[in-house]
């Protein structure tokens, strides 16, 4: 037996923390509005890193579409029992988030040389083979899938004097947002791209938009972290170790904007062809950057961080005319009109039809389905016959053989008839009015009919 769960590999990955839960939530359509809305503005916590402003601990409970659950400690766990406490998450759609020592998994750097302690995301398993599926780096710093088997991960998991203490999390994706069970739906926010950007060019902290939830971090943000990357250099030169996350996350940044270029031209018809050259530019020269940090990594050759700091200065001033230019010209395109009442509500009621519908593949939903229908406007209910006939028909069949099922009492009956006379004030198409009332009545008769057999009945009846 095999199971996998569906998993991509992002566009940013320099930090796991990240990487991982991009990797879940882009394996899903919906998600890529909401990455393009986001993920512009850099930061720096110390100087010596830089970060990308949205999410970048350990927590992942702020990510959409992404349910945490953290797993019980695993101190009085054995390998087996770990391993099938790893499955049956697995068996339930959970994602499974957790820290190894790479000592112990082939393929790492550390592996059968030094203790390591990493995080690790496990994605699926093969009974068969007796592997999990799993995404990290690997030698070389490469991030990629690979398997490993259940004992070297139980292993890598259990041992060490801290292992059984790390944390472990479990992370599903839905649709759905707790605790209301809503549908999540997220639109691509252009106003939020160009405050961003605007952010960004002007070296603002951008945290403070975000203070009613959190203290702004007041860490230095914006174009001014290239001054990170010529510390780096600078520390190079005396020390002869440099860092190469920063250059990474640079790189990602502008291979990030490229895309969302793409993504403008392509969704939403803008010109920008331009740009997309322009920044396509910029991430090939974040690249040059990186692999010219790295090959002084291998050769210790100091001349090449002549040429690395000449050619970082050519960067962050064609990335500043870049962006200016891009910020000026997303600036001119008009907004999104604002929606009449009208076509707000007809909206929203598109939404609401859509999320009743997918749960009414499964027949388990329909009770479910009866009390939320149950609870809408008749003018709602009307609005689904005109957005989608079809789907209304099924929806008002599983509402009414749902409402069978219950067996209301009289007073129940004469409410529904009334907001069934209610429901056809509201349908404007006499065709279709005349249709959905010939149902209704249909039903209203036989609700009377089963009401006052009951009324016959020596049992009183009680709601449900």
Same mark, same amino acid.
């Given at each position: ?305 002549? &040429? ?5 200065? =050519? @960067?962050?001033?064609? %990335?500043?005319?870049?962006?200016? $230019?891009?910020?000026? *010209? !997303?600036?001119?395109?008009?907004? &999104? ?5 009208? =076509? @707000?509500?007809?909206? %929203?009621?598109?939404?609401?039809? $859509?999320?009743?519908? *997918? !749960? ?105």
């Amino acid at each position: 037996m095999e199971k996998k769960l569906p998993i991509v590999e992002p566009i940013i990955k320099c930090y796991q923390s990240v990487a991982y839960p991009l990797s879940i939530i882009l394996a899903h359509d919906e998600a890529w509005p909401w990455l393009y809305s986001n993920f512009i503005q850099l930061y720096s916590p110390n100087g010596f890193e830089i970060m990308m402003h949205n999410y970048e601990d350990t927590n992942f409970k702020d990510y959409p579409w992404l349910v945490v659950n953290d797993f019980e400690s695993l101190v009085e766990y054995g390998e087996e029992e770990l391993v099938q406490s790893l499955i049956q998450a697995i068996d339930r759609d959970q994602y499974v988030y957790l820290f190894v020592d790479e000592f112990y998994i082939p393929r790492t750097g550390s592996y059968g040389i030094r203790t390591h302690v990493h995080d690790l995301l496990i994605n699926g398993y093969d009974l068969e083979a007796q592997k999990f599926y799993v995404s990290g780096y690997v030698k070389n710093s490469q991030y990629t899938f690979y398997t490993v088997s259940f004992e070297e991960l139980a292993s890598s998991a259990l041992n060490g004097d801290s292992m059984p203490h790390k944390e472990i999390k479990l992370l599903k994706y839905s649709k759905y947002k707790l605790p209301n069970y809503t549908y999540l739906a997220y639109k691509f926010d252009m106003e939020n791209v160009v405050e961003q950007l605007a952010d960004y060019l002007s070296n603002q902290d951008t945290s403070v938009r975000t203070r009613m939830l959190q203290s702004p971090n007041h860490f230095f943000s914006g174009i001014q972290v290239y001054k990170v990357l010529y510390s780096q250099i600078k520390n190079a030169s005396s020390t002869g170790r440099l860092e190469l996350h920063p250059f990474l996350t640079m790189y990602e940044h502008k291979l990030l904007m490229n895309r969302r270029v793409e993504y403008f031209i392509k969704q939403k018809g803008l010109h920008l062809d331009a740009f997309l050259t322009a920044t396509g530019t910029l991430a090939e020269k974040c690249l040059s950057a990186r692999n010219l940090a790295l090959k002084f990594l291998f050769t210790g050759d100091h001349s090449i961080l002549v &040429r690395l700091t000449n050619h970082i200065k =050519e @960067l962050e001033a064609l %990335e500043y005319q870049v962006f200016t $230019d891009l910020h000026a *010209e !997303l600036n001119t395109v008009k907004p &999104r009109k604002l929606l009449s009442k009208a =076509e @707000l509500f007809f909206a %929203e009621s598109s939404t609401k039809l $859509d999320h009743l519908f *997918e !749960l009414s593949t499964d027949q388990d939903n329909y009770p479910d389905i009866y009390d939320r229908m149950a609870s809408l406007y008749p003018e709602t209910i009307a609005s689904f016959y005109e957005i989608d006939r079809d789907k209304a028909n099924k929806l008002m069949y599983i509402f009414l053989k749902s409402m069978e099922e219950r067996n209301w009492p009289a007073h129940h009956t004469d409410w529904f008839v009334s907001r069934c006379r209610e429901l056809l004030n509201h349908i404007e198409d006499s065709v279709l009015r005349e249709m959905v009332g010939d149902s209704l009545k249909a039903v209203s008769r036989s609700r009377i009919s089963a009401s006052r057999r009951r009324m016959t009945s020596s049992e009183p009846q009680c709601l449900p």
